[in-house]
């Protein structure tokens, strides 16, 4: 009977190992690839696609909402926020098939260049990816002949996803204000 509290201090102790992982709260765990789905060989995919920035006209998918005082007066309209939900199409013409939206914003941000930041999620509402997202977030030199920006990140079947955006303007119309931009996306994923 004599070791009865040490028995007893050895059960709590137990106990209290057990359970320490469970009260400890942690904020950042260690998990293994298997537990995450991503036991698959990482696939690399090219999606090909047209997206129409319609500004002008009586159905807008890309509309002004903010800009600032000097922007009227700006060669490159520096300071204009455009927001977007825009279609993505499989043909250049804007009555081809959908294939999803770019919704977000894109801001023009260069004061001495016709350069953009853009802001957007990939939408797909089409065949395997329909319901995954990609976002690109980057720099378009709208007047140069082809532009770069990353892929940095996706949901669904996108997730885990890095790549980037390979981007040239295929119809670039300002009195309509009707622009189509050919893209081609590179894409790893799970
Ligand atoms: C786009 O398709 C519509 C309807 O099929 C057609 O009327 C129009 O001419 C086409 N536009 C271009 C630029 O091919
Ligand atoms: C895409 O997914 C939505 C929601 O699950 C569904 O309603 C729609 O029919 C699907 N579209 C295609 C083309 O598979």
Do not use: C, W
Request: proline letters at 3%.
């Amino acid at each position: 009977m004599a070791n009865a509290p040490l028995t007893f201090s050895l059960i709590l102790l137990l106990s209290l190992a057990i359970s320490l992982p469970l009260n400890s709260q942690e904020f950042a765990t260690k998990l293994s690839k298997r537990e995450m789905g991503m036991i698959k060989r990482e696939e690399l995919t090219h999606l090909h696609f047209y997206f129409h920035d319609v500004i002008g006209g009586s159905d807008p998918t890309s509309v002004v909402v903010a800009q600032a005082a000097t922007t009227a007066s700006d060669p490159n309209k520096f300071g204009e926020v455009l927001v977007v939900d825009n279609r993505l199409t499989v043909g250049p013409n804007l009555s081809s098939r959908a294939v999803g939206r770019a919704q977000g914003m894109y801001a023009l941000s260069d004061l001495g260049d016709a350069g953009i930041l853009v802001v957007f999620n990939f939408v797909f509402t089409e065949g395997r990816f329909n319901g995954s997202t990609l976002t690109v977030v980057g720099r378009d030199a709208v007047l140069s002949a082809s532009r770069e920006m990353p892929v940095i990140g996706g949901t669904g079947d996108f997730r885990f996803a890095r790549g980037y955006a390979r981007t040239r303007t295929h119809l670039l119309d300002v009195k309509r204000g009707y622009v189509v931009e050919e893209y081609h996306v590179y894409v790893f994923h799970y």
